[in-house]
């Protein structure tokens, strides 16, 4: 079942989610938008963009956060948000993913995707209740 991104509350905890994705993820998206790596050490594309991703979470000047998940290790969160395919990336806003991409992008396709992403969301500390 998907959840709206206006019914969660910072302070709902979402059923079968791990205490750190809540935690770190569903959380802290009400504070700010979280880049949530699906990944594995055995994908290539995976260590191709991987350092992209933290280079750029690096020079955001605190717009997001990332936050990295092995896929091997948490195949209960992968089944939840769908992943079919690795690396997938998703951007979560008040608890929820607003915009997502798979496969490994040049950092510039990865800027004006996030840009975008960024722009089209709903600010993470906006009540629209």
Known sequence: ???????????MKMPDVPEFFQKEVLDKSFEKPVLVDFWAPWCGP???IGPT?????????????????N????????????VRG?????????????????????EHAIKDWLSRALENSPSPGTDTN
Request: charged share 25%; proline share 8%; with cysteine.
């Open 1 to 11: 079942m998907a959840w709206p991104w206006h019914a969660i509350k910072p302070w």
């Open 46 to 48: 995976c260590r191709i």
């Open 53 to 69: 991703l933290e280079r750029l979470a690096k020079s955001n000047k605190g717009k997001w956060r990332l936050v990295k998940i």
């Open 71 to 82: 896929s091997d290790r948490q195949p209960a969160l992968v089944s939840k948000y769908g």
């Open 86 to 106: 690795i690396p997938a990336v998703k951007l979560f806003v008040r608890g929820s993913v607003v915009d997502e991409f798979v496969g490994a992008l040049p």
